[in-house]
């Protein structure tokens, strides 16, 4: 039996975890909200909500017309000593908290990067729906092993921009799509009609 709290956090204590325990060693600029796992005092794990890069992406659920009922489930990092299925346990107590923190969201679109190895597995053990792959992308490494979005603070990074600032060019395959349908269960149901295919 898993016994640990889930609870809110400060973006800026979730951001430290990320940067220590995430594979990308960063997030969005302002996530929220986040929520931290944790052992006691310990924080173990840490999930954030951000709204997406791209306005694509939030209108691709359900229409541009209710593109402000989507976000994205941004970020996901958990210490590696923890029990099996934590991960799924930890994902459902943050989605009844959202659900309580924000009425307004009506679903999570989230991303599994295939050139670093994930394919969804944890997002299938929480009963995402699987929603294809993106298209390739180009992404910049910033010489520090991290990898930047093209679209930072709001801002398209060009070529000659990100060449000022060190940055190398590099393109990405398609990410896997995932979708989290909030709500009640009639909701649910609702939503998923209508989900753009």
């Known amino acids: 039996m898993i016994d640990y709290d889930v609870r809110k956090i400060k973006c800026m204590e979730a951001k430290e975890f990320i940067v220590q325990h995430h594979y990308s060693r960063g997030s969005a600029y302002r996530p929220s909200p986040c929520y931290g796992l944790f052992d006691g005092d310990n924080l173990i794990g840490c999930l954030m909500i951000a ?105 398209n990074i060009s070529m000659k921009a990100a060449k000022e600032k060190g940055w190398e060019p590099v393109m990405r395959e398609g990410k896997h799509r995932y979708l989290f349908i909030l709500g009640n269960k009639s909701q649910k149901r609702n939503r998923r009609k209508m989900v753009i295919v």
């Open 51 to 155: 709204v997406p890069c791209s306005e694509r992406v939030r209108a691709s659920v359900f229409g541009i017309e209710y593109k402000n009922h989507v976000k994205e489930l941004h970020r996901l990092a958990i210490i590696d000593d923890t029990p099996k299925n934590t991960e799924s346990w930890f994902i459902s107590r943050c989605l009844k908290l959202l659900r309580e923190d924000d009425e307004r969201l009506w679903a999570l679109v989230s991303f599994a990067d295939p050139t670093q190895g994930h394919e969804g597995v944890i997002y299938k053990a929480s009963n995402a729906y699987y929603y294809g792959r993106s298209s390739k992308s180009r992404f910049y490494l910033d010489g520090e092993g991290g990898l930047r979005h093209p679209r930072q603070c709001g801002v």
